[in-house]
Protein backbone atom coordinates (compact mmCIF):
# COMPACT_ATOMS: atom_id res chain seq x y z
CA UNK A 1 0.00 0.00 0.00
CA UNK A 2 1.81 3.40 -0.96
CA UNK A 3 0.91 6.97 0.51
CA UNK A 4 -1.83 7.69 -2.12
CA UNK A 5 -3.43 4.16 -1.58
CA UNK A 6 -3.54 4.38 2.17
CA UNK A 7 -4.77 8.29 2.51
CA UNK A 8 -7.69 7.09 0.31
CA UNK A 9 -8.75 3.89 2.80
CA UNK A 10 -8.74 6.98 5.38
CA UNK A 11 -11.20 9.00 3.54
CA UNK A 12 -13.04 5.44 3.14
CA UNK A 13 -12.90 5.43 7.78
CA UNK A 14 -14.03 9.23 7.76
CA UNK A 15 -16.88 8.27 5.17
CA UNK A 16 -17.80 5.22 7.38
CA UNK A 17 -17.20 6.37 10.67
CA UNK A 18 -19.82 9.52 9.58
CA UNK A 19 -22.31 7.21 8.20
CA UNK A 20 -25.78 7.42 9.38
CA UNK A 21 -28.31 4.89 8.45
CA UNK A 22 -31.25 6.29 6.82
CA UNK A 23 -34.42 6.49 8.95
CA UNK A 24 -37.65 5.88 8.37
CA UNK A 25 -38.57 7.96 4.99
CA UNK A 26 -35.23 8.91 4.58
CA UNK A 27 -33.54 8.24 1.62
CA UNK A 28 -29.77 6.84 1.69
CA UNK A 29 -28.03 3.74 1.59
CA UNK A 30 -27.49 1.31 5.07
CA UNK A 31 -24.54 -0.58 6.16
CA UNK A 32 -24.35 -4.13 6.10
CA UNK A 33 -21.44 -6.23 6.08
CA UNK A 34 -24.26 -9.36 5.37
CA UNK A 35 -24.76 -7.84 1.26
CA UNK A 36 -22.12 -9.08 -0.27
CA UNK A 37 -21.44 -9.96 -3.93
CA UNK A 38 -21.79 -13.64 -4.58
CA UNK A 39 -23.37 -15.95 -7.51
CA UNK A 40 -26.08 -17.09 -5.05
CA UNK A 41 -28.35 -14.13 -6.54
CA UNK A 42 -31.72 -15.87 -4.40
CA UNK A 43 -29.39 -15.72 -0.95
CA UNK A 44 -28.68 -12.39 -1.64
CA UNK A 45 -32.07 -11.19 -2.48
CA UNK A 46 -33.11 -12.84 0.66
CA UNK A 47 -30.42 -10.84 2.46
CA UNK A 48 -31.73 -7.19 0.98
CA UNK A 49 -35.19 -8.34 1.43
CA UNK A 50 -34.05 -8.69 5.77
CA UNK A 51 -32.56 -5.63 5.58
CA UNK A 52 -35.47 -3.55 3.88
CA UNK A 53 -37.64 -5.18 6.75
CA UNK A 54 -35.18 -3.72 9.56
CA UNK A 55 -34.23 -0.74 7.85
CA UNK A 56 -37.13 1.48 5.46
CA UNK A 57 -34.69 3.18 2.78
CA UNK A 58 -34.60 0.26 1.17
CA UNK A 59 -30.68 -0.56 0.34
CA UNK A 60 -27.34 -1.53 2.04
CA UNK A 61 -24.16 -2.22 0.88
CA UNK A 62 -20.76 -3.03 2.01
CA UNK A 63 -17.47 -1.37 3.09
CA UNK A 64 -16.46 -1.57 -0.55
CA UNK A 65 -19.70 -0.95 -1.94
CA UNK A 66 -20.27 2.56 -0.46
CA UNK A 67 -16.59 2.91 -1.32
CA UNK A 68 -17.68 2.71 -5.00
CA UNK A 69 -20.84 5.59 -4.06
CA UNK A 70 -17.96 8.15 -2.99
CA UNK A 71 -18.23 10.44 -6.04
CA UNK A 72 -14.10 10.95 -5.17
CA UNK A 73 -13.63 7.25 -5.59
CA UNK A 74 -15.95 7.03 -8.49
CA UNK A 75 -13.55 10.24 -10.38
CA UNK A 76 -10.73 7.53 -9.88
CA UNK A 77 -12.45 4.54 -11.14
CA UNK A 78 -14.38 2.71 -8.41
CA UNK A 79 -17.84 2.38 -9.18
CA UNK A 80 -20.80 0.75 -7.28
CA UNK A 81 -22.64 -0.61 -9.91
CA UNK A 82 -25.83 -0.76 -8.21
CA UNK A 83 -28.30 -4.30 -7.47
CA UNK A 84 -27.33 -6.97 -9.12
CA UNK A 85 -30.12 -9.49 -10.45
CA UNK A 86 -33.58 -9.84 -9.08
CA UNK A 87 -32.34 -6.65 -6.69
CA UNK A 88 -29.69 -8.28 -5.04
CA UNK A 89 -26.36 -7.01 -4.01
CA UNK A 90 -24.41 -5.20 -7.15
CA UNK A 91 -21.20 -5.45 -8.25
CA UNK A 92 -17.92 -3.32 -7.79
CA UNK A 93 -16.03 -1.98 -11.32
CA UNK A 94 -12.72 -0.54 -11.64
CA UNK A 95 -12.00 1.92 -14.56
CA UNK A 96 -14.58 -0.10 -16.54
CA UNK A 97 -13.73 -3.70 -15.45
CA UNK A 98 -16.27 -5.99 -12.93
CA UNK A 99 -14.40 -7.79 -10.35
CA UNK A 100 -14.88 -9.45 -7.37
CA UNK A 101 -15.57 -7.24 -4.25
CA UNK A 102 -12.19 -7.94 -2.68
CA UNK A 103 -9.64 -8.27 -6.13
CA UNK A 104 -10.94 -4.54 -6.29
CA UNK A 105 -10.25 -2.95 -3.00
CA UNK A 106 -6.66 -4.61 -3.16
CA UNK A 107 -6.26 -3.24 -6.82
CA UNK A 108 -7.81 0.36 -5.65
CA UNK A 109 -6.09 0.01 -2.55
CA UNK A 110 -2.84 -1.88 -2.57
CA UNK A 111 -3.69 -4.23 -0.40
CA UNK A 112 -2.61 -8.19 0.05
CA UNK A 113 -5.40 -10.94 -0.81
CA UNK A 114 -5.73 -11.57 3.37
CA UNK A 115 -6.03 -7.85 3.79
CA UNK A 116 -8.66 -7.61 0.83
CA UNK A 117 -10.76 -10.44 2.30
CA UNK A 118 -10.22 -9.28 5.84
CA UNK A 119 -11.84 -6.25 4.68
CA UNK A 120 -14.17 -6.51 2.44
CA UNK A 121 -15.56 -9.98 3.50
CA UNK A 122 -15.22 -10.67 7.12
CA UNK A 123 -17.09 -8.68 10.15
CA UNK A 124 -20.44 -9.91 9.24
CA UNK A 125 -21.99 -8.37 12.53
CA UNK A 126 -19.43 -5.25 12.10
CA UNK A 127 -20.88 -1.66 12.17
CA UNK A 128 -19.87 1.19 9.77
CA UNK A 129 -18.04 2.42 12.49
CA UNK A 130 -16.10 -0.51 13.87
CA UNK A 131 -15.28 -1.25 9.89
CA UNK A 132 -13.85 2.56 10.07
CA UNK A 133 -11.25 1.47 12.98
CA UNK A 134 -10.40 -1.32 11.58
CA UNK A 135 -9.54 0.53 8.37
CA UNK A 136 -7.22 2.86 10.18
CA UNK A 137 -5.22 0.31 12.20
CA UNK A 138 -4.64 -1.31 9.07
CA UNK A 139 -3.09 2.26 7.82
CA UNK A 140 -1.47 2.63 11.02
CA UNK A 141 0.48 -1.03 10.24
CA UNK A 142 1.86 0.08 6.99
CA UNK A 143 2.43 3.99 7.40
CA UNK A 144 2.43 4.68 11.18
CA UNK A 145 3.48 8.34 10.03
CA UNK A 146 0.21 9.30 9.55
CA UNK A 147 -0.82 9.11 12.91
CA UNK A 148 1.74 11.02 14.47
CA UNK A 149 1.86 10.94 18.62
CA UNK A 150 0.25 14.38 20.39
CA UNK A 151 3.14 16.46 20.81
CA UNK A 152 3.60 17.06 24.75
CA UNK A 153 3.94 20.16 26.06
CA UNK A 154 5.50 21.96 29.25
CA UNK A 155 4.16 20.31 32.39
CA UNK A 156 2.57 22.69 34.88
Known sequence: MNLTQAK??????????AH????EGEEGVGFDMNI???????????????????????????????AGLMPEFQKLGLVANGAGPGGG???IALNGNAMSLPEAGQMFFGLSQDEGCDLFLDGFDMTAAQKAIQIR??????HPDLFPLAKKGPRS
Do not use: M, T
Not at 20 to 23: A, L, S, V
Not at 137 to 142: A, G, K, Q, T
Open 89 to 91: AGE
Open 8 to 17: RLLKLADYLA
Open 36 to 66: VFSSDHDLLELKQSEWRQRHPCGSAACVIGH
Open 137 to 142: VLVRNH
Open 20 to 23: REPG
